[in-house]
């Protein structure tokens, strides 16, 4: 089984990243989301600190202007593909899963609203992990992401709170 960490809108919210991140446990990669860009580089310190070393995609979000990280990306884990964004530049739902299918993607992964959300729409798993950060009370809780576990076919998504 290969486990990915999913992270989004942390805002420089670190200690709850770091919080989040041990909860996960043992992960073989890592998404970050957007919101905010620098966040990405404090994660990739942690992880380069674990034994296995996962390493860690990154776009970046609406809050990034300055940032060098991609809008979207692709990457493969456990055979499958992951398309990452932000959302921000996205419509709806249906224009992400459809810019997801363009791409070639299994999962499509996106933030910005801070609302966590996984369901299975348009032909596509659409995933939102919800905001890392701690200040996120008002728009769905706590702080929050997602471990996405790929198993053959089957990718489970998993909260973490």
């Given at each position: 089984?290969?486990?990915?960490?999913v992270?989004?809108?942390s805002?420089g919210?670190h200690?709850?990243?770091l919080?989040?991140l041990?909860a996960?446990g043992?992960?073989?990669a890592a998404?970050?989301?957007?919101?905010v860009?620098?966040?990405?580089e404090?994660?990739?310190?942690?992880?380069?600190?674990?034994?296995?070393?996962p390493?860690l995609?990154a776009?970046?979000?609406?809050?990034?202007?300055?940032s060098?990280l991609?809008?979207?990306?692709?990457c493969e884990?456990g055979?499958k593909?992951?398309?990452l964004t932000?959302g921000h530049?996205?419509?709806?739902l249906?224009a992400l899963?459809?810019?997801?299918k363009?791409n070639?993607?299994d999962?499509?992964?996106?933030?910005?609203?801070h609302?966590a959300l996984h369901?299975?729409?348009?032909?596509?798993?659409l995933?939102?992990?919800?905001?890392?950060?701690?200040?996120?009370?008002?728009r769905?809780?706590?702080a929050?992401?997602?471990?996405?576990?790929?198993?053959g076919?089957q990718?489970?998504?998993?909260?973490?709170?």
């Amino acid at each position: 089984m290969t486990r990915v960490g999913v992270f989004s809108d942390s805002h420089g919210d670190h200690r709850s990243l770091l919080a989040l991140l041990e909860a996960m446990g043992y992960i073989d990669a890592a998404c970050f989301l957007g919101d905010v860009a620098s966040d990405a580089e404090f994660l990739r310190l942690q992880l380069e600190a674990m034994p296995n070393r996962p390493p860690l995609y990154a776009v970046r979000g609406n809050n990034d202007l300055l940032s060098l990280l991609p809008d979207d990306l692709i990457c493969e884990a456990g055979g499958k593909r992951l398309y990452l964004t932000h959302g921000h530049r996205c419509a709806n739902l249906m224009a992400l899963a459809l810019r997801a299918k363009e791409n070639g993607a299994d999962v499509a992964l996106f933030g910005h609203t801070h609302v966590a959300l996984h369901e299975y729409a348009y032909g596509m798993l659409l995933v939102n992990p919800g905001s890392a950060a701690d200040c996120n009370h008002a728009r769905g809780g706590p702080a929050r992401a997602c471990v996405l576990e790929i198993k053959g076919d089957q990718v489970r998504v998993v909260e973490v709170v």
